[in-house]
């Protein structure tokens, strides 16, 4: 299995920054995409930002220019930079990874995710 773990959520207001950081461990063969994706109250889970192996990159529409998504594939660790949020941000974040645990065991790994609040 593939163990992620979040951190750096929290309490925000209106045009502040935070940055999320999500570390992978456990029985890692080969991890292929690791990214972000939120969940509001009432609300589907929708991608925030991905990142492949290669370095190329997806955002959401809404938070293109403002957020920055950047992977460390030595370390397994991925981040997410956020800047000018917004209340309409405010949401769970789940950190996401496509990954092996085996050549031929291939699944899609969560997080416990972490709060995001933007409110003054």
């Known amino acids: 299995q593939v163990q992620l773990v979040e951190s750096g959520g929290g309490l925000v207001q209106p045009g502040g920054s935070l940055r999320l950081s999500c570390a992978a461990s456990?029985?890692?063969?080969?991890?292929?995409?690791m990214g972000w994706y939120r969940q509001a109250p009432g609300k589907e889970r929708e991608l925030v930002a991905i990142?492949?192996?290669?370095?190329?990159?997806r955002y959401a529409d809404s938070v293109k220019g403002r957020f920055a998504i950047s992977r460390d594939n030595a370390k397994n660790t991925v981040l997410l930079e956020m800047n000018s949020l917004q209340p309409e941000d405010t949401a769970v974040y789940y950190c996401?990874?496509?990954?092996?645990?085996?050549?031929?065991?291939?699944?899609?790994?969560w997080g416990q995710g972490t709060q995001v609040t933007v409110s003054s």
């Open positions: 990142m492949a192996t290669g370095g190329s990159t």
């Open positions: 996401n990874a496509d990954a092996r645990t085996t050549p031929v065991r291939r699944g899609d790994y």
């Open positions: 456990g029985s890692i063969f080969m991890i292929y995409a």
